[in-house]
């Protein structure tokens, strides 16, 4: 079996050759040996031109001749969770979804990034007492990485 230290030692290699914001977001190395290396950038996704070039770096430097495998590089796409803590970086000004670890969910605008934790702005019209219309609040939600669960981008066509 192709172990994964080896496999993200040779990711790595390349994207720090690139040297253009490019990082590693997983890789899986099913039973069968079918690789699985995502990457993302910064900058942006990362370019199909960076895929092929981690891909050719991985795949040039294990040997078929002692073990078989398949080896898929892409990205980790709009609609998977957050894996690493790059993907919370580079999407903050963007709507989340952040589903807990316990139970409930918050959505909104992730605004900041701390090693520890995040801070999601929420709005929402509210009936304020003593006051005929609802009014637009706003609330500043700071969570705790180790009480996430899971957190996602909102995709939304507006």
Do not use: W
Request: aromatic share 4%; proline share 1%; charged share 30%.
């Amino acid at each position: 079996m192709i172990k994964k230290e080896i496999v993200q030692a040779l990711a790595q290699e390349r994207m720090d050759e690139m040297n253009d914001g490019t990082y590693l977001v997983s890789i899986e190395i099913s039973s069968s040996n079918q690789i699985l290396v995502e990457i993302d950038n910064m900058e942006g996704g990362a370019s199909i031109h960076s895929c092929i070039r981690v891909s050719r770096n991985i795949e040039h430097n294990l040997d078929r001749e002692v073990e078989d495998f398949e080896l898929s590089v892409t990205t980790p796409g709009l609609s998977n969770p957050f894996k690493v803590h790059q993907q919370y970086i580079k999407n903050v000004g963007r709507n989340v979804k952040v589903l807990f670890k316990d139970q409930g969910s918050v959505e909104g605008k992730l605004i900041e990034v701390n090693d520890n934790d995040i801070t999601v702005e929420t709005e929402s019209k509210e009936k304020i007492e003593g006051r005929k219309k609802k009014e637009l609040v706003v609330r500043q939600h700071n969570i705790l990485l180790e009480n996430i669960k899971e957190t996602k981008i909102v995709i939304s066509f507006k």
